[in-house]
């Protein structure tokens, strides 16, 4: 029994470790945030709101169907159901059944059925909206904790640098082959490199930290998969802006959604004339009652009373609109008013759209140029460190010359590191305006 409890604590710190020490690939943290984030689940139960408007615009054009039953008791003198005073108490029971329907109303219904249904059409977009939004975000999240790992790892490399040129540098001060004052350089260096070092992980634990915050889960133990890029040649696939627009505003939520709002405003235009034409309703109703007075004799049945007291009724309702005090011709105005508004959010929104575009293919642009030169800084600086290296360690470059030339290897380093994954985010937001699902590769 102890062997088995044994098993059982190690296997749940077992399972409890591998839940803390997670491991999110992109696609797995997209796809964690697209079903559990709180504003998707919002937005989901909106869309549920929204069918249900749909249910109940539908249910307005089907009859109405009421039952009724009462009871009641009078006291004293009263008028029984032939019209005769008596006196004594008296009990009656009655029931009842209704039915409306309306036949007409100047088409009100069909109409807000269909806005209802444009309403609901509009709501899924919206949500479709935001998940691309939130997908962007984790994207650009992953994409900063990856810059922010390499630049760690450079700042970790450098710091090996500087303790061995530092370990170098003592040696040849204990030899009298040089200063004191380059030990003391390189001391400072080492220092400044440790400092580096401690920043380089801050960046790093805060980018893990705001990509939690997106997957809205606890940023303890997270980590993400290191992605190895294949940038091959680098260039822009995607440079006709105009192209890139008429696909994007003919696929991209935001615009369908506009166009659609658009539509329902003018559903709401004809909904607000509507109150000007007559409407015409239709009625049914089924009654019947029962009456018992105490002491008078000779008293009908309860089931014959039930039968011989139906009572049918058919009725049709014309209403005829004359004047309301202008709410009619108010509404009808404020319904054109809207639909005017919806047409100049549809254009606006294909404006931000165009100039979202137009902005991505520049920045996409200038990082492509800025990742070209930077790579081609990066490996000149290389090689003019790799010739200081051994200038130094035969003794024909000073601390201060040395680190001067580290420098700029340092600043050329993080540089390309910068540019790169620039590049790469600039590039995947242009594929996206295209339609391209983003994957790192």
């Known amino acids: 029994?102890?062997?088995?409890?044994?098993?059982?604590?190690?296997?749940?710190?077992?399972?409890?470790?591998?839940?803390?020490?997670?491991?999110?690939?992109?696609?797995?943290?997209?796809?964690?945030?697209?079903?559990?984030?709180?504003?998707?689940?919002?937005?989901?139960?909106?869309?549920?709101?929204?069918?249900?408007?749909?249910?109940?615009?539908?249910?307005?054009?089907?009859?109405?169907?009421?039952?009724?039953?009462?009871?009641?008791f009078s006291f004293g003198s009263s008028i029984d159901n032939g019209n005769i005073r008596i006196s004594g108490n008296r009990n009656s029971t009655s029931f009842g059944v209704s039915s409306s329907v309306t036949l007409f109303n100047g088409f009100r219904n069909l109409n807000t059925i269909k806005q209802a249904e444009l309403g609901h059409e509009a709501?899924?977009?919206?949500?479709?909206?935001?998940?691309?939004?939130?997908?962007?975000?984790?994207?650009?999240?992953?994409?900063?904790i990856l810059f922010n790992k390499e630049n760690l790892k450079v700042a970790q490399d450098q710091l090996k640098i500087s303790k061995l040129q530092l370990s170098k540098v003592k040696q040849l001060v204990a030899e009298g082959a040089r200063a004191k004052s380059e030990q003391l350089e390189a001391e400072a260096t080492v220092a400044s490199d440790e400092e580096k070092l401690v920043t380089a992980q801050n960046s790093l634990d805060l980018s893990l930290l705001s990509f939690a915050q997106l997957l809205q889960i606890s940023h303890r133990n997270i980590d993400i998969e290191d992605v190895k890029f294949s940038i091959g040649a680098p260039n822009l696939k995607y440079n006709d802006t105009d192209a890139i627009f008429s696909?994007?505003?003919?696929?991209?939520?935001?615009?369908?959604?506009?166009?659609?709002?658009?539509?329902?405003?003018?559903?709401?235009?004809?909904?607000?004339?509507?109150?000007?034409?007559?409407?015409?309703?239709?009625?049914?109703?089924?009654?019947?009652?029962?009456g018992h007075t105490n002491g008078l004799p000779n008293q009908d049945s309860f089931l014959d009373q039930?039968?011989?007291?139906?009572?049918?009724?058919?009725?049709?309702?014309?209403?005829?609109?004359?004047?309301?005090?202008?709410?009619?011709?108010s509404g009808i105005a404020k319904a054109a008013i809207n639909t005017q508004l919806a047409s100049y959010t549809l254009d606006n929104e294909k404006?931000?759209?165009?100039?979202?575009?137009?902005?991505?293919?520049?920045?996409?642009?200038?990082?492509?140029?800025?990742?070209?030169?930077?790579?081609?800084?990066?490996?000149?600086?290389?090689?003019?460190?790799?010739?200081?290296?051994?200038?130094?360690?035969?003794?024909?470059?000073?601390?201060f010359d040395f680190e001067q030339v580290r420098a700029r290897l340092v600043a050329a380093q993080s540089s390309y590191i910068n540019a790169k994954y620039n590049y790469v985010f600039k590039t995947k937001l242009l594929e996206y305006y295209y339609g391209i699902p983003i994957v790192l590769n």
């Open 1 to 72: 029994m102890k062997k088995l409890n044994i098993l059982f604590i190690l296997l749940s710190f077992s399972i409890s470790l591998t839940a803390q020490n997670k491991i999110w690939s992109l696609e797995e943290a997209v796809n964690y945030a697209l079903t559990n984030n709180l504003s998707v689940k919002q937005a989901e139960l909106t869309t549920d709101l929204k069918n249900e408007d749909i249910i109940t615009a539908k249910g307005n054009r089907l009859p109405s169907l009421n039952a009724s039953a009462s009871e009641s």
């Open 123 to 144: 709501s899924i977009l919206d949500l479709e909206k935001m998940k691309n939004d939130i997908s962007l975000y984790i994207v650009n999240s992953y994409l900063n």
């Open 247 to 290: 696909k994007a505003v003919a696929e991209k939520p935001e615009i369908k959604s506009a166009e659609l709002e658009v539509k329902n405003a003018e559903l709401g235009v004809n909904i607000a004339k509507s109150f000007n034409y007559p409407s015409l309703s239709m009625g049914y109703s089924f009654s019947t009652f029962y």
């Open 306 to 329: 039930f039968e011989d007291n139906k009572s049918h009724n058919i009725n049709l309702s014309l209403n005829i609109p004359i004047f309301n005090g202008f709410r009619t011709k």
């Open 351 to 399: 404006l931000k759209l165009r100039e979202s575009i137009e902005r991505a293919y520049a920045d996409a642009k200038a990082a492509l140029n800025q990742y070209i030169a930077s790579e081609k800084s990066v490996t000149t600086q290389q090689e003019s460190f790799n010739n200081a290296q051994i200038r130094f360690d035969l003794g024909a470059l000073t601390s």
